[in-house]
């Protein structure tokens, strides 16, 4: 068993049970073929969670602090993520996240780029606009409804893949498509399940 199945396995015995969580629309992630996984941020144990209800191994993006540390770096890079510097373009975490999606593999991203503090969808970064429009990925919106209290109930809804069809032959710009996935995130925090 590798590390990330291991992970994973050892994440679903601790997570499910304390968070009771329930999982709606994981039929809607593609079984093969490049998937973008786009979530809002509502915790640091985002990742995890979305990786645990994910029916596809996930790559994620971590922040590059975290890799300074020689067992962190190692951890992490078995647990598939790989380096990003905020604040900044960082061509290198860019040129990463694409070879994940042109190797068919899932990208998972938080494309506020930080957690929200009130528990609101935010604004998204043109991250995530960039990785839609520069790959032929299906775009998976996802919501984490919290809050994390142990024995209380936290839902992961998965939607339907947004349709980037029109918006990649007209060139949007990754704003607007960035913009478009969130308000798909935000209709599913209100969705009643």
Excluded: W
């Amino acid at each position: 068993m590798n590390l990330y199945k291991f992970g994973k396995l050892v994440c679903s015995v601790i997570f499910y049970p304390l968070y009771r969580i329930k999982v709606y629309g994981k039929e809607n992630i593609p079984s093969n073929g490049p998937v973008i996984i786009c979530s809002n941020h509502i915790s640091n144990l985002d990742p995890p969670i979305v990786g645990i209800t994910s029916s596809r191994d996930i790559y994620f993006m971590a922040k590059e602090e975290l890799f300074r540390n020689k067992f962190l770096n190692k951890l992490l890079t078995g647990l598939h993520a790989f380096p990003v510097k905020r604040g900044m373009r960082d061509r290198n975490a860019l040129r990463q996240g694409l070879k994940a999606l042109d190797d068919g593999e899932t990208l998972g991203l938080f494309p506020e780029g930080t957690r929200s503090k009130d528990g609101k969808v935010g604004k998204g970064l043109a991250g995530a606009g960039f990785f839609a429009l520069r790959s032929e990925a299906s775009v998976v919106p996802c919501a984490i409804i919290g809050p994390y209290k142990k024995f209380k109930s936290l839902k992961v809804v998965y939607g339907k893949p947004i349709d980037l069809t029109a918006m990649r032959e007209e060139k949007a710009s990754a704003q607007v498509v960035t913009d478009l996935i969130m308000s798909e995130i935000e209709k599913l925090t209100k969705k009643q399940v």
